[in-house]
T-cell receptor, first 118, second 116 residues
Framework: NAGVMQNPRHLVRRRGQEARLRCSPM?????VYWYRQLPEEGLKFMVY????????ESGMPKERFSAEFPKEGPSILRIQQVVRGDSAAYFC????????????????FGSGTRLTVV | AQSVAQPEDQVNVAEGNPLTVKCTYS??????LFWYVQYPNRGLQFLLK??????LVKGSYGFEAEFNKSQTSFHLKKPSALVSDSALYFC??????????????FGTGTQLKVEL
């Protein structure tokens, strides 16, 4: 079981470019969560998705950020027209069940994508 | 709104000595509390949780945590530290029923350094 796979591990983008971050959940997991870790801060929730549905996007910035989790393939976090303030580590977590059941098992996190905007 | 505070950016301890990493929370009602550990260039790993029941919970790698409702704390402890315990530790809270919902709210993390 390969765990939660995120790629790329490191991503460098110039201001104004687009960043695409991918997350392949653990096999059998249909719930995906994205978190952002800014320097010197804890992880902040961004969005919770199930296959083909956004369940909770209350942590997503209103502009330039979007996420999807298609029926086939990985979950994608997309950042358009990146700015320096987007530089952070972006973590994906997956679980096989709803949040209520996941509490008994814990989320499984990927190793993160470290985005640097220059 | 729920929040978590980890008052120490770094904790240093000698190998073999007991360690404590502090966490306090602010949530109305009964929270679900978690500890995660992050090794360099790795994702977060689940250590232990408190949902209900015994205030002292035991987790992976010999770690345990004590839930104290009156002090709204959930400190992580280990009786005898190992150099391999050196890592970044995060406390997190999820309120299961009012707001919060799907989100884990994390503290800012405490860097634990265990030295020989």
């Amino acid at each position: 079981n390969a765990g939660v796979m995120q790629n790329p591990r490191h991503l460098v983008r110039r201001r104004g470019q687009e960043a695409r971050l991918r997350c392949s959940p653990m096999k059998g997991h249909s719930h995906v969560y994205w978190y952002r870790q800014l320097p010197e801060e804890g992880l902040k929730f961004m969005v919770y998705l199930q296959k083909e549905n956004i369940i909770d996007e209350s942590g997503m910035p209103k502009e330039r950020f979007s996420a999807e989790f298609p029926k086939e393939g990985p979950s994608i976090l997309r950042i358009q027209q990146v700015v320096r303030g987007d530089s952070a580590a972006y973590f994906c977590a997956s679980s096989p069940r709803s949040p209520m059941d996941t509490d008994n098992y814990g989320y499984t996190f990927g190793s993160g994508t470290r985005l640097t905007v220059v | 709104a729920q929040s978590v505070a980890q008052p120490e950016d770094q904790v240093n301890v000698a190998e073999g000595n007991p360690l404590t990493v502090k966490c306090t929370y602010s949530v109305s009602g009964n929270p679900y509390l978690f500890w995660y550990v992050q090794y360099p260039n790795r994702g977060l790993q689940f250590l232990l949780k408190y949902i209900t029941g015994d205030n002292l919970v035991k987790g992976s790698y010999g770690f345990e945590a004590e839930f104290n409702k009156s002090q709204t704390s959930f400190h992580l402890k280990k009786p005898s530290a190992l150099v391999s315990d050196s890592a970044l530790y995060f406390c997190a809270v999820r309120h299961p029923f009012t707001g919060g919902g799907n989100k884990l709210t994390f503290g800012t993390g405490t860097q634990l350094k265990v030295e020989l």
